[in-house]
């Protein structure tokens, strides 16, 4: 059982694009992240966020809290978007943390 | 900004060895886990730590260990290392203020 489910898994788009990658959770949750790994590189975080929307450059994050739902949008992508982006929720009743398993994207030149 | 530093960015080890990795955070904040990434597996959790000398299985933590003496300071260690411990290993630390902070990672392998 995922309590952080991601989609879509793979994602190719052509530079330009709007893009959206969602992520479900099934618990309480006092906050969600969206976190971003490069090809062989670390991970990073690009939002922390509770509730509504937060907007840094092309990237945007919301957060429906009754539907338990995020999306990340990426707006005009860029082959350097190409990355995976995980969705992490720290749980609001004991000291738990879940991962998504990624969202692979690729940005076509 | 919080700054999580590990000691080693490449390690190879030989079967039935310990293995120590380190991890060191720059800030007071109380959580610090270890990860490991595989492909298709995503972050898997394997061990974490909400305060000095406390610490939580995560969901692989067999045939690992964690020390944590000091805050800044979250150890993960492999008591006798096996070839399926290869992997991508990952530290990081949680805060409200921040979130999440991870180190570079360490690639280990062993033969």
């Known amino acids: 059982k995922n309590e952080v489910e991601q989609s879509p898994q793979n994602l190719t788009a052509q530079e330009g694009e709007f893009i959206t990658i969602n992520c479900s959770y099934s618990?309480?949750?006092?906050?969600l992240h969206w976190l971003q790994q490069h090809p062989g590189g670390g991970i990073v975080s690009l939002f922390m966020?509770?509730?509504g929307k937060k907007k840094h450059g092309r990237l945007i994050a919301t957060i429906n809290i009754q539907e338990k739902h995020s999306s990340l949008h990426i707006t005009a992508s860029h082959p350097r978007d190409s990355a995976v982006y995980i969705c992490?929720?720290?749980?609001?009743?004991?000291?738990?943390?879940?991962f998504g398993t990624g969202t692979s994207l690729t940005v076509i030149p | 900004d919080v700054k999580v530093t590990q000691s080693s960015r490449y390690l190879v080890k030989r079967t039935g060895e310990k293995v120590f990795l380190e991890c060191v955070q720059d800030?007071?904040?109380?959580?610090m886990f270890w990860y490991r990434q595989d492909p298709g597996l995503g972050l898997r959790l394997i061990y974490f730590?909400?305060?000095?000398?406390?610490?939580e299985k995560g969901d692989i933590p067999e045939g690992y260990s964690v020390s944590r003496e000091k805050k800044e300071r979250f150890s993960l260690i492999l008591e006798s290392a096996s070839t399926n411990q290869t992997s991508m290993y990952l530290c990081?630390?949680?805060?409200?203020?921040?979130?999440?902070?991870f180190g570079s990672g360490t690639r280990l392998t062993v033969v």
């Open positions: 992490a929720v720290r749980a609001n009743t004991g000291n738990q943390f879940y």
């Open positions: 966020l509770s509730s």
């Open positions: 618990v309480g949750i006092s906050a």
């Open positions: 800030m007071d904040h109380e959580n």
């Open positions: 990081g630390n949680w805060s409200p203020n921040y979130g999440y902070t």
């Open positions: 730590s909400y305060d000095v000398k406390m610490k």
